[in-house]
């Protein structure tokens, strides 16, 4: 059975993106998908595609999911169902559409039984958007950056899922993963505490360190586990995907 998972925020800069990519990496010993669902389009250019030159993405697959098989694009480790800038433009066109919010899950449909993962990233919203992603998961990750600000906006993400369950019940709420970590501060520190006395073992033990090497790899268009395998940023990724895929990932990761 193939494992959708929604990589998700209500806050912005999070990395989610980068946790999408890299886990995908991780995970590309088996058949793996990537979707972005982001008008940003940060996850089509983080994997090395100019959204720019792209005619048709994720949008024409929500429109008509019997074209999705041909929107997907073969990468180098993974495949990719990219996005460009008319993404944006989605709310308003399925504004009328009783299903409006079914509009991925139908798009992944035709192709879903082609890969043992899928992972999608969307942009940092409570609407359409992350409607969409989640109705169509089986799992949801939540990144929380290590700052008061994004842990006060985590609230509105868990309560988005919970909703999202009602209509969805194989969803279910798998981590949240504490990013852009830096030991040095007592502030990460604090709201590392805070989120662990709360949440318990939905916090991973490991941790995405705040680490050049993975905002450096995406302007190379590639995971930071190929563009620098020994940094601490591809270090903290392959061991996270260990604990939420019971060692389920590249062994050389």
Request: charged fraction near 20%; proline fraction near 6%; include cysteine.
């Amino acid at each position: 059975m193939t494992d959708i998972i929604a990589v998700v925020s209500h806050k912005g800069g999070t990395g989610k993106t980068s946790l999408v990519q890299n886990l995908a990496y991780e995970l590309s010993h088996q058949r793996v998908l990537v979707v972005d669902l982001d008008p940003q389009s940060n996850l089509t250019i983080g994997c090395g595609r100019d959204p720019g030159d792209l005619e048709r993405t994720v949008l024409h697959a929500m429109d008509t999911p019997s074209e999705t098989p041909d929107l997907v694009v073969p990468l180098a480790h993974f495949d990719l169902l990219p996005a460009n800038l008319d993404l944006a433009l989605a709310e308003q066109h399925f504004a009328g559409h009783y299903d409006r919010n079914d509009k991925l899950k139908d798009a992944l449909q035709p192709i879903r039984d082609q890969y043992d993962y899928i992972l999608i990233d969307s942009p940092p919203n409570l609407g359409f958007f992350a409607f969409n992603t989640l109705t169509a998961a089986t799992r949801a990750i939540v990144t929380l950056q290590c700052q008061p600000y994004a842990y006060r906006a985590l609230n509105g993400t868990l309560q988005l899922v919970e909703l999202v369950r009602k209509g969805n019940p194989a969803l279910h709420l798998q981590a949240i993963v504490l990013t852009m970590y830096d030991r040095r501060l007592t502030l990460t520190q604090s709201v590392e505490h805070t989120a662990r006395n709360r949440f318990g073992e939905l916090i991973p033990k490991t941790v995405i360190p705040s680490n050049v090497s993975i905002a450096e790899a995406t302007l190379h268009g590639t995971p930071v586990a190929v563009y620098a395998p020994r940094s601490t940023g591809a270090v903290a990724y392959c061991e996270l995907a260990k604990e939420l895929f019971n060692g389920n990932q590249k062994a050389d990761g």
